[in-house]
């Protein structure tokens, strides 16, 4: 075989693998993808008082708010909503009026990208999340909702520095 040939082939197959072991790559890092950093209530929450009005859910860094995918697990109940979801001014607090009966298990997701699903301004697709919580009795007096009775949102990315602004709270 002409050596000319046999030298292309090894700097062909030196350059995919890499120089002395060295892996070499032109595809940029991949930027970390949108995701749900607080909820109310918060994952696993029980019991939740059936009179919560609204969900609240957190996300990293401003969506687009005209793109929104909620959905339910197989077998799974799904919160009844109420009036039309939506994000907040802040564009990263996005609110579902909900109402819930009591001691139920609920299943909600929040999915990330493709057409019918949540995308950053960017248009990056976010990272899918998953809420499950289960309500609790119905209470005695039918009086409103008491102040935190839901849970107050929690941080699901402690080292997340983006303040408090936007940060989901009990209503």
Known sequence: MNRGILLSIAILIAGSIGFAGAVLSTAPAAEEQAQVIASVPVEGSEPVDPRMPEMRFTFSRSMDVSRIGLGAENGAVFPEIGEA??????????????????????????????????????????????????????PADAGPLPEGAAGAAVDLDPGNDAGDEGEATSQ
Do not use: C, I, N, W
């Not at 607090?93 to 009966?101: A, E, G």
């Open 85 to 138: 979801p939506h994000f907040l001014d802040d564009g990263r607090t996005f609110v579902v009026s909900v109402f819930l009966q009591p001691q139920t298990r609920y299943v909600m997701v929040l999915k990330g990208g493709g057409e019918a699903g949540f995308s950053d301004l960017a248009g990056q697709p976010a990272e899918t999340f998953r809420l499950a919580f289960e309500t609790g009795p119905e």
